[in-house]
């Protein structure tokens, strides 16, 4: 049987979603980088990946706009793990996000027919 490819997610669409999937993660429970990062990668089926190069400077920017906060956690036998919540003035901006998330999905859906396929 021929292997079908997966289609590809523009890299642009990843960029442009990346706070949503983030504040997302961290609106029900804290995370650490890491688990972020593979949360993301289970979820999506392996279609979205971010990397520590490009994961870490966009939590320590959402932190610096005070919607996630960090905190250092150590646990007797492991590394330290910086663990990231959601803040108030973050589950503002997750909802403003998602509302206009789901806005686009449907101004695309009803421009590129997808609801109608």
Known sequence: ??????PSIDPE???????????SLVEGAPRHG?????LIEQRSQGALRFHA????PLLYRLEK???IKGLWVEKAG???RRFYRLTAEGAKVL???RDGWAAFVRAMNLI????HA
Do not use: C, D, N, V
């Open 53 to 56: 190069a490009s994961l870490y």
């Open 34 to 38: 890491y688990e972020i990062s593979k």
């Open 13 to 23: 669409w990843k960029k442009g979603s990346a706070e949503l999937l983030i504040l």
């Open 95 to 97: 909802a403003t996000q």
């Open 112 to 115: 590129t027919g997808a609801e």
């Open 1 to 6: 049987m021929p292997h079908i490819a997966a």
């Open 78 to 80: 492991e590394r330290r």
């Open 65 to 67: 706009r005070g919607w």
